[in-house]
Nanobody, 122 residues
Framework: VQLQASGGGLVQAGDSLRLSCVVSGRTFSSYIMGWFRQAPGKEREFVAFISGSGHGTWTADSVKGRFAISRDNAKSTVYLQMNSMKPEDTAVYYC????????????????WGQGTQVTVSS
């Protein structure tokens, strides 16, 4: 299973950005998909998850109401729409795939993308 994340970049506070993650190798719909982020000097933190069917989602309190996760199983792609971005959203963003249960802990995810840098200037 391979994950390829893209869409990061440099934006200003208040702008929007959409990250994409394409998954190859196995049946995409069988995976819970998550987005995590890691800022310099900090631990990797949960941002959002989506169930295999797409019917179940959850976002972290720090991004709730601003970020939204979605997936297109026909395209084997998961998205993270980020709106009203803040400088504290600056981090490397990772997509991850989980074939089991649980969704908030990074240790639950077996497969990881390479990460994409998001920088928000004030």
């Amino acid at each position: 299973v391979q994950l390829q994340a893209s869409g990061g970049g440099l934006v200003q506070a208040g702008d929007s950005l959409r990250l994409s993650c394409v998954v190859s190798g196995r049946t995409f719909s069988s995976y819970i998909m998550g987005w995590f982020r890691q800022a310099p000097g900090k631990e990797r933190e949960f941002v959002a998850f989506i169930s295999g069917s797409g019917h179940g989602t959850w976002t972290a309190d720090s991004v709730k109401g601003r970020f939204a996760i979605s997936r297109d199983n026909a395209k084997s792609t998961v998205y993270l729409q980020m709106n009203s971005m803040k400088p504290e959203d600056t981090a490397v963003y990772y997509c991850a795939a989980n074939s089991g249960t649980g969704w908030a802990s990074p240790s639950r995810y077996e497969y990881w993308g390479q990460g994409t840098q998001v920088t928000v200037s004030s």
